[in-house]
């Protein structure tokens, strides 16, 4: 079992930034080095969505579109943390933004966090 706990999210303004933090803990045997780490991110009334994907060595990422040059994913394996750097934020980027950690066939969610964008 592996627990997920986010936090950094709130209320910024347009064109402002925040960072989210995921931190991950588990059972005895737990690697979170072996683990792909993600942030979904789902606003009312739609899908939860892919942001951003980083592989368990780190060594690739990829991102949705939308977030493309504004967001950066990364994660500190020793310290069983993976960040979200979030930048140049929209209005549209309001969401509650949740991490996730997949070892296939394995897929852990945490509670998520709200972040709000408005002036």
């Known amino acids: 079992q592996v627990q997920l706990v986010e936090s950094g999210g709130g209320l910024v303004q347009p064109g402002g930034s925040l960072r989210l933090s995921c931190a991950a803990s588990g059972v005895s045997g737990f690697t979170f080095s072996y683990y792909t780490m993600s942030w979904y991110r789902q606003s009312p009334g739609k899908e939860r969505e892919l942001v951003a994907r980083i592989t368990s060595a780190g060594g690739s990422t990829n991102y949705a579109d939308s977030v493309k040059g504004r967001f950066t994913i990364s994660r500190d394996n020793a310290k069983k943390l993976v960040y979200l750097q979030m930048n140049s934020l929209k209005p549209e980027d309001t969401a509650v933004y949740y991490c996730?950690?997949?070892?296939?066939?394995?897929?852990?969610w945490g509670q998520g966090t709200q972040v709000t964008v408005s002036a």
């Open positions: 996730k950690a997949s070892l296939v066939p394995l897929n852990y």
